[in-house]
């Protein structure tokens, strides 16, 4: 069966063997979904809350040949999408309107050793670690936060690394 949909979207159903084929590939992941994950996230102070998190499981990357792991997804890159978003919406007051460096962001690595990694600014806290490892499943795993200058409030990419 075929649905309309106004304009040129034709929408289908699905059969019953691709309906219990999809549903069936969906609960093979029911085990997984506690699985420790790797990516990127910002740090709102004022909602006390982490946003703009992407992330994959990471068992399901493969190391780079530096022995790290983590998304590919830049920051500058996502927030430049956030930030067209807003323009088009006409929301010019949106925290998206200034430089991403100015929000507190992170990335979580892992290591071919399995040790985790967030790396962030020296603004971070406990508090922070905490909703980290709750959203990136990192309760149980061998996890260190390091610091560096290029997660700090006010720096991100420069020359210096290309």
Not at 133 to 141: P, R, S, T
Request: hydrophobic fraction near 35%; proline fraction near 2%.
């Amino acid at each position: 069966m075929n649905y309309q949909s106004g304009g040129s979207l034709s929408l289908k159903a699905m059969s019953t063997t691709e309906r219990e084929d999809v549903i069936k590939t969906m609960s093979d992941n029911f085990d997984a979904q506690e699985d420790p994950r790797v990516g990127i996230f910002w740090y709102d102070p004022e909602d006390d809350e982490l946003f703009g998190v992407t992330s994959s499981a990471a068992s399901e990357l493969s190391f780079n040949d530096r022995g790290r792991k983590t998304v590919k997804l830049l920051h500058k890159t996502w927030w430049k999408k956030q930030q067209e978003r807003a323009k088009a919406r006409g929301q010019l007051t949106s925290k998206f309107m200034k430089d991403y460096t100015q929000t507190p962001r992170g990335r979580i690595f892992q290591t071919e050793g399995g040790l985790f990694e967030v790396m962030c600014g020296s603004w971070i806290n406990e508090r922070i670690i905490e909703l980290v490892k709750d959203e990136f499943n990192l309760h149980g795993v061998q996890l260190e936060v390091k610091v560096d200058e290029h997660w700090e409030i006010g720096h991100g990419w420069s020359d210096e690394y290309f």
